[in-house]
């Protein structure tokens, strides 16, 4: 079982930053993929970025350039890092973990761009 906690969501005006951290509970963390997605009203979930176990790196062509993923082994913990933001960022965004005991998620943090 991991439990994945959120944080670091609000309201911010265009061009400004945030950073999202996600930590995760258990043992599991440094042998997961972890991701960060988003769901705006009306909209699909989809994938912002990711990292693998060993730290690559992939990002939705709509964030590259702004937003970085990031993790640390030691805090059990994944960052987004978003600069530049854009009121279509605005979003619920979701940290989720899968690894061979199974994919699990976040309860979601807020981000608000104001134009």
């Known amino acids: 079982q991991v439990q994945l906690v959120e944080s670091g969501g609000g309201l911010v005006q265009a061009g400004g930053s945030l950073r999202l951290s996600c930590a995760a509970s258990?043992?599991?963390?440094?042998?997961?993929?972890m991701a960060w997605y988003r769901q705006a009203p009306g909209k699909q979930r989809e994938l912002v970025a990711a990292?693998?176990?060993?730290?690559?790196?992939n990002y939705a062509d709509s964030v590259k350039g702004r937003f970085t993923i990031a993790r640390d082994n030691v805090k059990n913990t994944v960052y987004l890092q978003m600069n530049t933001l854009k009121p279509e960022d605005t979003a619920v965004y979701y940290c989720?973990?899968?690894?061979?005991?199974?994919?699990?998620w976040g309860q979601g943090t807020q981000v608000t761009v104001s134009s």
């Open positions: 990292i693998t176990r060993s730290g690559n790196t």
């Open positions: 258990g043992s599991m963390f440094s042998r997961s993929a």
């Open positions: 989720a973990s899968q690894s061979i005991i199974g994919d699990y």
